[in-house]
C-alpha cells in the first residue's frame, strides 16, 4: 500500500524508449568525436574545458536528461491543460526571430544569446505536437466536419509558413509530417489524392518542358470530359469540376511552382534540387537580382552530397574502423557533424554499421507506434503519432540526403547529429510521450 502511495519516478515508465534512446545519444556522441577529434588531443581535457564540439554536445545531453527528469516527475495532467498555451510561447518565439535574429549559414532563424543559440523552429514541433493533440482530442471537435480538418490544418500551416519566412525551408516541409496524425484520427483519403497528384504535378513541372505538360493537361482534360460526358448524365457539373481542376494544374505549373522556385526556396537549395533529378536551372535568371549576372552553379552544387557518397561508399561491408575514416577525418564531407552525421557511421562502420543504426531507428518508431495504439486517450495516441511522424519524417529524409535520394534541405539526424537545440528537442519530444503513457489507463483531455 505504501508503494502505491508513493509512485516512483520508473513506475510505468517504458523503460525500451529510454534505453534507445541513450544508445542512439551515445552513437552520435561517438559520431561526432570521431569527426573532430585531432590526433594528439588530450581527450579528457578536451571534454572537459567544453569548446570542442562532443564536449559541448555533451553538455547539451546533460541539460536534456535533466528536463527528461523533470516531465517524468510532472503531472499528464498538465501537457493537456497548458497545450494551448506553448503553442502560443512557440509563436511568439518565431516571431522574435524577425528582430532578434542571427543569420547563420543563411538562415535567419536563430536567435543568438552570448555563447548559446536558439532555433524556436526546433522546439515549435514539440508544440504543434501538443496543440493539435489537444484540439483533435477535444470533445467538441467534429472531425468528420471540413471546419475541423481547416482548423487542424490551420496549427500545422502557421508555424509553417513563418518558417519559410525565416529562410528555413527544411523545418517547415518537416510541420507536413503531422498531416499523418490527420489522416490517423480520419481525415478523408480524398485529401491524400490530392496532396499526391500535387507532388506529382511538381515533379512533373521540373521534368517537363512547361508548353508540352500544359498540351499534356489540356489533353487529359479534353479526355475526361469525353468519357465523363458518354457515362454521365449531370454534363453541367462534370464540365465546371473539369474546368476547374484543368485550371488549378494550369496555374500550379504556370505560376505557383515559378513562384516557390524564385520566391520562396533559396538559390543553393533550387540548384540542389534541380543537380538531384539532373537539370539545368531554369529559374536562374528568374533567381537573380536586376543588375546582376545569373549566377548557375554546375560544378560544386552536389559537392556535398558527392562526398557523403564517396565516403559511404568507402566504408565498404564492415567499415574503415573507428577514427580511421579519411573523407570525414579530413573535412572533405560540409556539415559532417549535423546534416551528413550518417556517411560518418558509414565510412566508419560501413553497411553492417549503417544496418544496426537503421535498425534502432525502425525499432524505434515500432515502438512508438505500439505506444499509440495501447492509449486509453485520445490527446496520447494524437500526440504520439505526432512524436512518431516526426521522427518518421527526419530519419528518413535526413538519410535519403546523404546517399543522393533526396534534395538537401538540411534536417538533422535524430539523436545523432550536432546541436543543443535540435537534441533538447527531440529529447523533450521523447520523454513527455513517455510520460504519458506512463498515464495510459488515466484518460486525458
Avoid at 579528457?44 to 567544453?50: P, V
Avoid at 549535423?338 to 544496418?355: N, R
Avoid at 519524417?393 to 538537401?408: D, E, K, R, W, Y
Amino acid at each position: 500500500m505504501n508503494n502505491q502511495r508513493n509512485p516512483t519516478i520508473s513506475k510505468g515508465v517504458d523503460s525500451t524508449l529510454i534505453w534507445l534512446y541513450l544508445l542512439l545519444v551515445a552513437i552520435g556522441l561517438l559520431s561526432i568525436f570521431s569527426v573532430t577529434y585531432h590526433e594528439g588531443d588530450d581527450v579528457l581535457r578536451s571534454f572537459l574545458n567544453f569548446k570542442t564540439d562532443y564536449s559541448k554536445q555533451l553538455i547539451y545531453f546533460f541539460v536534456s536528461i535533466l528536463i527528461g527528469l523533470f516531465i517524468l516527475l510532472t503531472d499528464s495532467k498538465f501537457f493537456t491543460a497548458t497545450a494551448n498555451i506553448w503553442y502560443a510561447v512557440g509563436i511568439l518565439l518565431l516571431l522574435l526571430v524577425f528582430p532578434f535574429h542571427t543569420e547563420v549559414k543563411g538562415t535567419e532563424s536563430i536567435i543568438r544569446f552570448g555563447g548559446f543559440q536558439l532555433q524556436p523552429a526546433e522546439l515549435c514541433k514539440v508544440f504543434v505536437c501538443l496543440a493539435l493533440a489537444k484540439y483533435l482530442s477535444r470533445v467538441e471537435t467534429d472531425f468528420s466536419k471540413t471546419s475541423s480538418h481547416l482548423m487542424a490544418a490551420g496549427i500545422i500551416f502557421l508555424p509553417a509558413l513563418i518558417t519559410v519566412a525565416q529562410k528555413e525551408t527544411g523545418l517547415a516541409l518537416v510541420f507536413l509530417a503531422f498531416f499523418l496524425v490527420m489522416f490517423r484520427e480520419g481525415l478523408p483519403a480524398g485529401y491524400l489524392i490530392i496532396g499526391f497528384s500535387l507532388a506529382v504535378l511538381v515533379v512533373a513541372t521540373l521534368l517537363l518542358d512547361k508548353n508540352v505538360l500544359a498540351i499534356t493537361l489540356t489533353a487529359i482534360a479534353l479526355l475526361a470530359l469525353y468519357f465523363g460526358w458518354r457515362f454521365t448524365r449531370q454534363r453541367r457539373e462534370l464540365v465546371i469540376i473539369i474546368a476547374v481542376v484543368w485550371a488549378c494544374c494550369v496555374g500550379v505549373q504556370r505560376f505557383a511552382v515559378p513562384f516557390i522556385f524564385t520566391k520562396v526556396l533559396q538559390k543553393h537549395q533550387v540548384e540542389r534540387i534541380f543537380s538531384l533529378i539532373g537539370r539545368e536551372n531554369p529559374y536562374a535568371k528568374l533567381n537573380t537580382v536586376e543588375g546582376d549576372e545569373p549566377v548557375v552553379v554546375k560544378k560544386d552544387t552536389d559537392y556535398n552530397v558527392r562526398q557523403s557518397k564517396i565516403a559511404i561508399g568507402s566504408g565498404g561491408f564492415f567499415g574503415r574502423g573507428f577514427l580511421k575514416g579519411t573523407q570525414t577525418r579530413f573535412d572533405f564531407v560540409p556539415e559532417q557533424r549535423t546534416d551528413f552525421i550518417f556517411c560518418t557511421i558509414g565510412e566508419g562502420f560501413g553497411f553492417l554499421g549503417c544496418v544496426v543504426v537503421l535498425g534502432i531507428y525502425a525499432f524505434l518508431l515500432l515502438r512508438m507506434v505500439n505506444i499509440a495504439e495501447r492509449q486509453r486517450s485520445v490527446f496520447s495516441r494524437c500526440y504520439a503519432y505526432g512524436v512518431a511522424s516526426v521522427f518518421f519524417f527526419h530519419i528518413a529524409i535526413n538519410i535519403c540526403m546523404t546517399i543522393g535520394l533526396a534534395p538537401v534541405i538540411g534536417i538533422p539526424l535524430p539523436f545523432i547529429s550536432y546541436g543543443g537545440t535540435s537534441l533538447i528537442s527531440f529529447t523533450t519530444m521523447l520523454f513527455i510521450l513517455v510520460r504519458l503513457d506512463a498515464d495510459r489507463q488515466m484518460v486525458l483531455r
